[in-house]
């Protein structure tokens, strides 16, 4: 998983839901560190690629949106592998939610994001989590 997001606790706070259920994840502060990070992922000799993208949506240098269509264009013309891309925001309203889907973002998530609203989501595009008990 990639969690983009130009907010540290935002990411710790993703980090530490994602460690509960085992997951490998990376995290970067804005878009175009996610397009880099992607590219470089996808160019790796085991040919790993990210599963998911959590995106936040408003982030300086590049923003979720201009990254998602970015994104999305290599992925379409097969530069990269296709991934699920979640919206991340705070912006709860339809209009908001309109805009990520517009741009190509499969789903949309809101902050603070709680384990159920992750869990559901994932499941969404199936990946059924269990929570690792520590």
């Known amino acids: 998983i ?7 606790f935002n990411i710790h706070a993703m ?11 990376v995290s970067c502060f804005n878009g175009d560190e996610a397009i880099k990070v992607c590219q470089e992922q ?8 990210f599963d998911v993208i959590l995106m936040d949506c408003q982030m300086p240098v590049l ?4 990254a998602t269509k970015v994104l999305r264009k290599m992925m379409n013309s097969e530069k990269l592998p296709y991934c699920t891309i979640i ?13 990520c889907y517009d741009c190509g973002m499969d789903d949309v998530i809101t902050k603070p994001i709680s384990q159920k609203m992750f869990r559901e989501a994932m499941n969404r595009y199936g990946y059924q989590l269990s929570l690792i008990h520590i």
Do not use: H, P
Request: net charge positive.
């Open 87 to 99: 919206a991340c925001t705070a912006f709860a309203m339809d209009k908001d939610a309109q805009k």
């Open 15 to 25: 980090e530490r839901s994602l460690s509960k259920y085992k997951l490998r994840f």
């Open 2 to 8: 990639l969690i983009v997001d130009d907010n540290e």
């Open 63 to 66: 923003d979720g949106f201009q």
């Open 42 to 49: 996808s160019q790796k000799k085991c040919k790993c690629f």
